[in-house]
């Protein structure tokens, strides 16, 4: 069986520094796409949470 395809955002363009994701049984697979080998691998439910905690400044005073 062949795996699924990683998708990058398309403001990637044609630049290599991007992150890609892909859906593997039901999870969400997420890389760096020049550190392919290092897959963060998580829920629909706890990325759709990181990426609305991001999307409300609650991680801002990290950076």
Same mark, same amino acid.
């Given at each position: 069986?062949? /795996? =699924?395809?990683?998708? #990058? /955002?398309?403001?990637? &363009? &044609? @630049? @290599?520094?991007?992150?890609?994701?892909?859906?593997? &049984?039901?999870?969400?697979?997420?890389?760096?796409?020049?550190?392919? $080998?290092?897959?963060?691998?998580?829920? =629909?439910?706890?990325?759709? &949470?990181?990426?609305?905690?991001? #999307?409300?400044?609650?991680?801002? $005073?990290?950076?």
């Amino acid at each position: 069986m062949r /795996s =699924p395809e990683w998708q #990058k /955002s398309s403001y990637s &363009a &044609a @630049n @290599n520094e991007c992150v890609e994701v892909r859906t593997v &049984a039901g999870a969400i697979e997420l890389r760096e796409s020049d550190e392919g $080998h290092t897959i963060l691998r998580t829920t =629909p439910t706890t990325l759709a &949470a990181l990426l609305h905690g991001l #999307k409300a400044g609650e991680f801002d $005073h990290h950076a």
